[in-house]
């Protein structure tokens, strides 16, 4: 480009100050910072009904789904396990506390018929034995073939960790782009003053 050419594109630009763009990019920066953090409030109110859901054993599903959207879909939500997690992954406890009663329940529903059906058994086959006589080993023997025992519940089940896209196209994400676009635009026109101003 030519010197005229330049000072006609100095001109053009100097009305617009670098403090309009850097305004301008603290304005958008917190916009974003309170984006991020209406997101991440979001995402403890979403964990809270999860827990909430999980002691009454009302909806779970549904709050975990609404949990599970939110936090894939915002940033500032990572809800992750292991050692670079800030939380511990979800863990429905009341759920799977309340399924291994239920099948502790049922073996001890389902055995105590197993048993009384062996004595009848039993008795039906030795009526004049008494207790010592091949009654018990009898009745023993219709409990083993007859009975049922706990089948463990795994519990990895009921953990859950979801993690948070880097970027996302929320009020944050929208933000985030405009701060960073507004900010290389108060180095460039920075720099632009430095260099033309002496034309």
């Known amino acids: 480009m030519d010197k005229k050419a330049l000072h006609y594109f100095w ?23 309170v984006a991020l953090r209406g997101n991440y409030q979001k995402m403890v109110n979403l964990r809270e009904a999860v827990y909430a859901a999980d002691q009454a054993g009302v909806d779970v599903e549904s709050a975990l789904a609404n949990l599970r959207a939110h936090v894939n879909g915002h940033m500032n939500t990572d809800l992750t396990g292991g050692t670079e997690g800030i939380y511990p992954p979800i863990h429905l406890k009341g759920t799977y506390e309340r399924l291994v009663q239920a099948e502790q329940e049922r073996v001890n529903t389902v055995n105590s018929k197993v048993y009384s059906d ?5 008795e039906a086959l030795y009526p004049t034995s008494f207790s010592g006589g091949p009654r018990v080993p009898c009745i023993e023997q219709y409990v083993k073939e007859h009975g049922t025992t706990k089948q463990e519940i795994p519990v990895a089940l009921y953990k859950f960790d979801f993690a948070s896209p880097t970027w996302s196209p929320d009020l944050a994400g929208w933000m985030l782009v405009t701060s960073a676009l507004l900010l290389g635009l108060a180095v460039i026109r920075f720099l632009a003053g430095r260099w033309l101003s002496g034309l």
């Open 11 to 33: 001109l053009r630009i100097r009305p617009v100050h670098t403090f309009y763009f850097f305004v301008a990019f603290l304005v958008a920066a917190s916009i974003c910072v």
């Open 118 to 122: 062996a004595q009848a058994h039993c």
